[in-house]
């Protein structure tokens, strides 16, 4: 029989004993329980259709006991946890750099452009990770295998954080007084 991933659409041939197990995709990593097969004589004459074949099984790992099916489950990368401190970090960090730079300001009448520009980046994706950390995963190279949802939240969030940006350099900040 043959299934294909929920994600990616990737058809894969299995044996119909596998049914029921949970596999991952090797394309795009997404996690699946492969469905129990219908006996229908289609399922017969799909062995003629345009599969790949010569592919390798699909099979990686069966993870049974792993019944995390809150999909869409990022396999690759950093786990929640690290992702959501990453965030922390990335919060904090930009809250220095524009109070340092604020104090600068204040003080010396001195802007440092790259606080202006990277603190409200690292602020918005930052809030966008602690919330969900796919977002944040979605923003780097471990993303890449995620839903258009999460890439388009990370690209809003950026979108946000050059606003603020622009915000901070033209507005809160006016440079060339
Ligand atoms: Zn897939």
């Given amino acids: 029989m043959d299934v294909s991933c929920e994600h990616c659409g990737r058809r894969y041939q299995v044996q119909p004993k ?48 792993a019944p995390n099916n809150n999909f869409p489950t990022a396999s690759e990368g950093p786990s929640d946890k690290v992702m959501r401190l990453v965030a922390g970090g990335m919060i904090i960090g930009s809250m220095l ?10 003080m010396n009448d001195e802007v440092y452009l790259f606080a202006l520009a990277l603190g409200p980046f690292a602020l918005t994706l930052g809030i966008a990770g602690l919330i ?13 295998h995620l839903p258009l ?4 939240t990370a690209a809003a969030f950026g979108l946000a954080g050059l606003l603020l940006c622009l915000l901070l350099v033209f507005v809160v900040y006016p440079l060339g007084r």
């Fill in 149 to 152: 949802g999460y890439k388009s």
């Fill in 97 to 106: 750099l524009l109070g340092l730079n604020h104090a600068t300001a204040v």
């Fill in 132 to 144: 969900s950390p796919n977002v944040l995963r979605a923003a780097g190279k471990h993303g890449k």
């Fill in 18 to 65: 596998m049914s029921g197990r949970a596999v991952k995709c090797k394309v795009c990593g997404h996690q699946f329980t492969i469905p129990h097969a219908e006996s229908s004589p289609l399922q017969e004459s799909a062995a003629n259709m345009p599969i790949e074949t010569g592919v390798p099984s699909p099979i990686t790992s069966a993870t049974n006991d």
